[in-house]
């Protein structure tokens, strides 16, 4: 049984430093490629999504950002928070026109090399919803969220 346990440990001790990886073991080209793009950023902490991808987490301009390059630097995707009050109106419009009423409880935005979507968490009663939404206003994606999905999102 101790056999077992320890073995057990020893996989799980190896899962998690295979993709916690120190700023040394990023590809320089990688440093070179985020430095130009996040100008300014601080707090940086880098790990691995997967052996194809990189995530940087910083600091930039008062915001907490998330980032994404392939190893060859190649900038994939950025991921920030905004408030309420930083929806633009033709996808606050969007919300209204989809769930008027509904309460938004995550305001989050991606950007790709295609462009900006907005990804909101928003709850009406007992219910809630996951909606990606474009820069102009139209629903790219609609998810009854499941109880599994909703603990998820409080991790």
Do not use: C, H
Request: net charge positive; hydrophobic share 35%.
């Amino acid at each position: 049984m101790k056999t077992k346990i320890l073995s057990l440990a020893a996989i799980l001790l190896f899962s998690f430093t295979a993709f916690g990886q120190s700023v040394k073991d990023v590809p320089a080209t990688l440093k070179s490629a985020f430095t130009q793009k996040f100008s300014g950023a601080t707090k940086v902490k880098w790990s691995r999504e997967n052996d194809k991808e990189w995530e940087a987490e910083f600091k930039l301009g008062g915001k907490y950002y998330s980032a994404n390059f392939d190893n060859a630097g190649t900038w994939l995707e950025t991921e920030y928070q905004i408030s309420v009050k930083e929806i633009p109106a033709t996808v606050k419009t969007a919300i209204d026109k989809e769930s008027a009423g509904a309460k938004i409880k995550v305001s989050e935005v991606t950007e790709t090399k295609d462009g900006k979507s907005y990804e909101f968490v928003i709850s009406k009663g007992k219910n809630e919803t996951e909606l990606v939404i474009d820069n102009y206003g139209n629903i790219i994606k609609r998810e009854q969220l499941k109880e599994e999905s909703k603990k998820d999102r409080m991790e």
